[in-house]
């Protein structure tokens, strides 16, 4: 019978090796995995656990590593990471427990061989972690956890509980800043160092806090369907707690849930959107009867909340240059009742957008994703310091297409899920520089962990 550290392993491998993103392999194989909800649960705590805490576990591992560690082969270190999780960052899980199941992993992966050299390194691991827990940074303490909070708690991530160690294995927080926050919060150091000159200490450890914790869950309540208060009683008289977020749609479940099995989800009555992202399409205000221009569609959550606030009267063209994302915006729009949405293929470089003119534009553009680093964990892993120069130019030039396909006096939204100033109010001041006349008539920079996700969105008016 597959188990779940089996399960978990063998995401962790096709992730590395098919450059995959683990939400997508992590769905593909439970669902064929027969496991229990508690197994499951647990799959999708030890895939984005290890993937998050990377730096972490190898710092905790790497002195235990007799030889360089980039010569482990990389199916025994995924096993190695999975049993250091389990070790230092959870207790739910007798140690015991960790280097047994873990050990025998090495077999699974196809390195029996491997057995004792895992079981070596993870023993040494387990006498290190102690179960003392203390309130601050320190080279013999890791960052443990700061779960998602509630809304009441005002969105505020609480401040982390750090996990003694009988050795110092961490870089000196004081004298090394960046270095710690590379290792004990997981980071590549250029990010450390970029974050650091911008936003100071204690703001980095915060934010290492949130991108850490598992991500809050929102739901953004269809009201084609039913209102939200409707929505929230109906979770409420299957034992499902939620409370509702400043955006009128939204609802926060406060503990964890499978999508599937929610109340309402085959009808289409709610889908999955955080917070911070529904504010965009509201951003637009788009009225019943409009033509809009969605010009980066997929997935189609912002799609299909602009249907919605136009009580699914009008058209909304949604492009993409990725004809199966094409597909899973269709595919939501079915689910929800939405049935104004166009579907619409770019080409790669975007020089056959569909004629306007419309009354409004979303350009919801592709970005570093650096504000949701804990929804999307292999992000931090992937994203180069080389590659913002490409990324501002692509989207600047998906900003002018908007633009250009507008009406006269017609409204433009810009938006991203990160937040680096120059992917956002950058791009928007560069653009409004070269069309005169072009005004900002609100913006907004949603902050990782005040509430929600982090992003930028800037309401535009083009020049009449």
């Known amino acids: 019978m597959t188990t779940a550290r089996e399960v978990a392993v063998d995401v962790l491998n096709e992730a590395r090796t098919a450059n995959a993103w683990a939400s997508e392999l992590v769905d593909e194989h439970l669902a064929r995995a027969k496991l229990s909800p508690q197994d499951r649960r647990f799959v999708t705590q030890l895939v984005f656990g290890v993937i998050r805490r990377k730096a972490t576990l190898d710092a905790l591992l790497k002195p235990f590593v007799t030889r360089p560690f980039h010569t482990v082969e990389p199916a025994v270190v995924d096993v190695l990471r999975l049993g250091a999780f389990q070790l230092a960052l959870l207790t739910h899980v007798p140690k015991h427990a960790a280097v047994f199941e873990t050990v025998n992993l090495a077999r699974h992966v196809g390195s029996r061989m491997a057995r004792g050299f895992v079981n070596g390194v993870l023993r040494r691991v387990a006498e290190v972690v102690t179960d003392e827990f203390v309130d601050g940074a320190a080279q013999n303490a890791i960052p443990f956890d700061a779960a998602s909070p509630p809304v009441a708690t005002g969105g505020l991530a609480p401040t982390p509980r750090y ?71 109906i979770l409420a008289a299957k034992g499902i707690d939620s409370e509702p977020g400043e955006h009128p749609q939204s609802l ?112 919801d553009v592709p970005c570093s994703n650096t504000g949701v680093l804990g929804r999307r964990p292999e992000v931090r892993w992937r994203l180069r310091p080389d590659e913002f120069e490409d990324l501002i130019r692509l989207q600047t030039r998906l900003l002018f297409t908007a633009i250009d396909r507008v009406r006269p006096n017609g409204v433009i939204v810009y938006s991203t899920c990160s937040i680096e100033p120059d992917e956002n109010e950058g791009v928007v001041k560069a653009v409004r520089r070269a069309i005169k006349g072009l005004t900002v008539e609100a913006e907004a920079h949603a902050i990782p962990g005040r509430l929600a996700d982090g992003g930028y969105w800037a309401r535009m008016r083009k020049p009449g």
Request: charge should be neutral.
């Open 163 to 233: 996990r003694k160690l009988t050795r110092d294995l961490l870089p000196d927080p004081a004298a090394d800043p960046p270095g710690y926050l590379a290792a004990a919060f997981s980071w590549p150091r250029w990010l450390a160092d970029r974050w650091l000159a911008r936003y100071g200490r204690d703001e980095c450890f915060r934010l290492g806090s949130w991108f850490n914790a598992p991500p809050s869950l929102w739901l953004r309540v269809n009201k084609l369907k039913l209102d939200r208060e409707s929505y929230r009683l």
């Open 252 to 363: 926060h479940l406060l503990d964890g849930a499978s999508i599937r099995e929610l109340p309402g989800y085959a009808e289409g009555e709610f889908t999955v959107q955080d917070l911070s992202s529904m504010a965009v399409a509201s951003a637009v205000n788009p009225q019943p009867g409009w033509r809009v221009l969605d010009l980066c569609a997929a997935p189609g959550g912002k799609t299909t909340h602009l249907a919605e606030l136009m009580q699914n009267r009008g058209r909304i063209v949604a492009c993409d240059i990725d004809p199966k994302r094409l597909d899973t915006v269709t595919a939501i729009c079915q689910r929800l009742g939405v049935s104004i949405v166009e579907p619409y293929l770019l080409d790669k470089e975007d020089t056959n957008p569909p004629a306007g003119p419309f009354h409004a534009a979303l350009v």
